[in-house]
């Protein structure tokens, strides 16, 4: 496969045309509403030759023909070629080269991941399930590290510290991916540890209404030292920790969910590369 992975991201993604002549494939087949090449809007009605990009002066009839050309299906080209803004293609671009077996890898890691979240979202966390699956063990380990972190802020931040690292530490290692590597697929999956870690901290706060939970130091409530009491009574919440305990672990069901559908859109259009049927402009 010579060329097919770098025609993924050479190109911009190409726009929605605003007629497609299906009978033909002609210059006047496909019309542009954005150059193809450097995206400038405000292109000539009129595309047939010598029409060019008032920006960067491709020939819009040159590339219109290759463009209906390469594309096998009809329905593919017109569903694919709408028009993103250009976050939504920032967080789903992929690399110029796919390796086959990389991307069968990651498949299995997304399946993987998939089934563990599932696993973990049906834990009770009204019995604090979630302290008997392995992720726990990693997780308290940043939870503790986080108290000594923030103890010198004070003591209420140093108590919150233990919960905000363990949040915030997923979600470092996602935006480092996106923004460093530009590796949507390992943001996504730090987004999946997100919410496990959301999956977490649900038991600890629904428990700090009625403590039942045996704490890191073997006590239970007040008396083991437990964050979210001090956190509600000082915040005048402790009444609702049922509620938003049950509200946080919805919420980390959801981002996992969230993180899973993004990293399988990436792998299908990784697909799309490696096996020669990605559009030219993808």
Same mark, same amino acid.
């Given at each position: 496969?010579?060329?097919?992975?770098?025609?993924?991201?050479?190109?911009?993604?190409?726009?929605?045309?605003?007629?497609?002549?299906?009978?033909?494939?002609?210059?006047?087949?496909?019309?542009?509403?954005?150059?193809?090449?450097?995206?400038?809007?405000?292109?000539?009605?009129?595309?047939?030759?010598?029409?060019?990009?008032?920006?960067?002066?491709?020939?819009?009839?040159?590339?219109?023909?290759?463009?209906?050309?390469?594309?096998?299906?009809?329905?593919?080209?017109?569903?694919?070629?709408?028009?993103?803004?250009?976050?939504?293609?920032?967080?789903?671009?992929?690399?110029?080269?796919?390796?086959?077996?990389?991307?069968?890898?990651?498949?299995?890691?997304?399946?993987?991941?998939?089934?563990?979240?599932?696993?973990?979202?049906?834990?009770?966390?009204?019995?604090?399930?979630?302290?008997?699956?392995?992720?726990?063990?990693?997780?308290?380990?940043?939870?503790?590290?986080?108290?000594?972190?923030?103890?010198?802020?004070?003591?209420?931040?140093?108590?919150?510290?233990?919960?905000?690292?363990?949040? %915030? @530490?997923?979600?470092?290692? /996602?935006?480092?991916? +996106? #923004?460093? &590597? !530009?590796?949507? =697929?390992?943001?996504?999956?730090?987004?999946?540890?997100?919410?496990?870690?959301?999956?977490?901290?649900?038991?600890?706060?629904?428990?700090?209404?009625?403590?039942?939970?045996?704490?890191?130091?073997?006590?239970?409530?007040?008396?083991?030292?437990?964050?979210?009491?001090?956190?509600?009574?000082?915040?005048?919440?402790?009444?609702?920790?049922?509620?938003?305990?049950?509200?946080?672990?919805?919420?980390?069901?959801?981002?996992? %969910? @969230?993180?899973?559908?993004? /990293?399988?859109?990436? +792998? #299908?259009? &990784? !697909?799309?590369? =490696?096996?020669?049927?990605?559009?030219?402009?993808?």
């Amino acid at each position: 496969m010579p060329s097919v992975g770098r025609t993924c991201a050479r190109w911009p993604r190409p726009t929605r045309p605003d007629r497609v002549d299906r009978r033909v494939s002609g210059p006047g087949a496909y019309r542009f509403s954005r150059c193809p090449k450097c995206g400038q809007r405000g292109l000539p009605a009129d595309q047939s030759l010598p029409a060019a990009c008032p920006t960067c002066g491709v020939i819009l009839a040159k590339v219109a023909p290759a463009r209906v050309a390469s594309v096998p299906h009809r329905g593919a080209q017109l569903s694919d070629a709408q028009d993103r803004p250009a976050w939504v293609e920032w967080l789903l671009q992929v690399p110029e080269r796919v390796d086959p077996l990389r991307w069968g890898l990651r498949l299995a890691l997304v399946l993987g991941l998939a089934l563990w979240g599932w696993f973990l979202v049906r834990l009770d966390y009204r019995e604090g399930g979630m302290g008997t699956s392995f992720l726990h063990g990693p997780l308290l380990v940043f939870h503790e590290a986080g108290h000594v972190l923030f103890s010198p802020f004070g003591e209420w931040i140093a108590v919150l510290g233990g919960t905000l690292t363990q949040l %915030l @530490l997923p979600a470092l290692i /996602a935006a480092a991916f +996106l #923004w460093k &590597q !530009r590796d949507p =697929f390992g943001a996504a999956v730090g987004l999946w540890l997100l919410g496990a870690s959301l999956l977490d901290v649900a038991p600890y706060m629904y428990d700090a209404l009625e403590p039942q939970l045996t704490l890191l130091g073997g006590g239970i409530g007040e008396e083991g030292g437990h964050d979210w009491i001090y956190l509600f009574e000082s915040l005048g919440l402790r009444g609702q920790a049922q509620w938003i305990g049950a509200l946080t672990h919805k919420l980390g069901a959801l981002v996992i %969910l @969230l993180a899973l559908s993004w /990293a399988g859109t990436l +792998l #299908w259009r &990784q !697909r799309r590369c =490696f096996s020669g049927q990605a559009l030219r402009g993808e």
